[in-house]
């Protein structure tokens, strides 16, 4: 009976300490709720606990995340993912690109696709929907990327065209930030991303694709813009967010200004983003960014790392009366 009690005070001093530690980061999170915009007359934000996370403890929260996304398993060549690239210390998530040695084909496989990894989290679950998501952020000092975004699995839809019924495909990817901490590819005839590292890259994906045709990507271009330029992506932390209005609508912030609106397209349908998505927190190549990080640019793993220091995640209520 004497060790069933002792037991027992163990265990429920352990789950006090648990329950303690989920209460502050909850607070912490809560707290933040002055720093988004004024919620629509009649609701009121609330905490999403499901993609909330402050990064405190040792390891990655297997209940909220994989380390390794089962939803995009291979990257854009020549950088694939790597679950240990991912680690939580010092109150930060962490990815860090490294070169690989030896080089890899698909799935880890023999081969010479892949020489650089990065890393892919994504969110247990994948039912985000309307609401506020943000992430705070600093930027490897790299040409690989930093990234936090929303998407989903393409679904079939049956619809009548030319008096036949269709099967079409489609998906949404929803991105909220996309940035890099060093430029060094620069096109002088087209220098669209020459302060790319400057900047609040967002973008709506819409992906399309009729029975027997191609996967077409749809995009939308920004409107009520206020500003595109923020601080240097590496240089220091910076909070970046989204308020996903509704299925025709994304408001985008930075460190808590709005900067513009965009409208997905409604080529297809009336409502394009209408379905939940998954997060994802991936650092990957871009194929337009041709001088990707060799051995020496990575050597220094704080350069080299980008680091998140939190995810928080609302959604609107109503006020009860």
Known sequence: MRKTVLYLSAA???LSSYTLKND????LAEEHIKNLPEAPEGYKWVVNEDYTDEFNGKRLNAAKWHAKSPYWTNGRPPATFKAENVSVKKGCL?????VLSPTEGLDGKPGDKYRLAGGAVASVKNQAHYGYYETRMKASLTTMSSTFWLSNRPVMKEIMKGGKKIK???SQELDIIETMGIIRSVNPDNPWNKTW???MNSNTHYWYQEQGGKRTDNTAKRSDVVSYMTDPSAEDFHTYGCWWVDANTVKFYYDGKYMYTIKPTTKY???PFDRPMFIHIVTETYDWEKQVPT????KDKDKS????????AYKLVPIEE
């Not at 790392?305 to 928080?312: A, I, P, Q, S």
């Open 12 to 14: 429920s001093l352990l």
């Open 24 to 27: 502050k980061e909850y607070s």
């Open 94 to 98: 962490r990815i860090i690109n490294t």
């Open 168 to 170: 079409t495909w489609s």
């Open 197 to 199: 590292n400057m900047q």
């Open 269 to 271: 349908t009336d409502t």
């Open 295 to 298: 051995a020496e640019d990575l």
């Open 305 to 312: 790392t980008t680091y998140y220091d939190w995810v928080r």
